[in-house]
T-cell receptor
Framework: GAGVSQSPRYKVAKRGQDVALRCDPI?????LFWYQQALGQGPEFLTY????????KSGLPSDRFFAERPEGSVSTLKIQRTQQEDSAVYLC??????????????FGDGTRLSIL | AQSVTQLGSHVSVSEGALVLLRCNYS??????LFWYVQYPNQGLQLLLK??????LVKGINGFEAEFKKSETSFHLTKPSAHMSDAAEYFC?????????????FGKGTLLTVNP
């Protein structure tokens, strides 16, 4: 596709349920990033991949959060035993390379997650 | 750790007036700097970026920003606001040393444009 695609666009789950959020990056993009955007705040970094390798997961808030990109293309962010504080918009971004100096990160429209 | 500060969570201007959105970064080594715009229920769209070279950078939709190392600032301006400019604007920084590629964002500035 032409841009970064995220699905679902909206997800409502009950507290304690597991959720999985999908990101399809721009074709050929090596790098993939996940960010969490709480209401009224700027996005905050969660993790990033170069191809299938997860190079930095320092932003994941707890061990309930897990991300994978097994074939170096589509990525899934999984949240286990969801809590209300997990409610946020989850943004995925991809870029041709890691360094944004020449190729900036391109963002998807996000998945809005609401935990009841 | 890098931090980005956007002064003013909400800026209101009249159509045709100057837009000025402020951004300051914290690192001693100048990072790569970006301005993104976010419309409701959409992702982030890149307006412009500064990496090296000319300190005045021009972006899309008539926006420009000036990197000032002495002030650790990267303020966004547009000479004449249009109704379609109403959106949330985020300043972001990426360390330029090549060891950390994540973007650090400010908290955002909501721009409203009054007719």
């Amino acid at each position: 596709g032409a841009g970064v695609s995220q699905s679902p666009r909206y997800k409502v789950a009950k507290r304690g349920q597991d959720v999985a959020l999908r990101c399809d990056p721009i074709s050929g993009h090596v790098s993939l990033f996940w960010y969490q955007q709480a209401l009224g705040q700027g996005p905050e970094f969660l993790t990033y991949f170069q191809n299938e390798a997860q190079l930095d997961k320092s932003g994941l808030p707890s061990d309930r959060f897990f991300a994978e990109r097994p074939e170096g293309s589509v990525s899934t962010l999984k949240i286990q035993r969801t809590q209300q504080e997990d409610s946020a918009v989850y943004l995925c971004a991809s870029s041709f390379w890691l360094d944004s100096s020449n190729q900036p990160q391109h963002f998807g429209d996000g998945t809005r997650l609401s935990i009841l | 750790a890098q931090s980005v500060t956007q002064l003013g969570s909400h800026v209101s201007v009249s159509e045709g007036a100057l837009v000025l959105l402020r951004c300051n970064y914290s690192s001693s080594v100048p990072p790569y700097l970006f301005w993104y715009v976010q419309y409701p229920n959409q992702g982030l769209q890149l307006l412009l970026k500064y990496t090296t070279g000319a300190t005045l950078v021009k972006g899309i939709n008539g926006f420009e920003a000036e990197f000032k190392k002495s002030e650790t600032s990267f303020h966004l301006t547009k000479p004449s606001a249009h109704m379609s400019d109403a959106a949330e604007y985020f300043c972001a920084a990426e360390n330029s040393g090549g060891s950390n590629y994540k973007l650090t964002f400010g908290k955002g500035t909501l721009l409203t444009v009054n007719p």
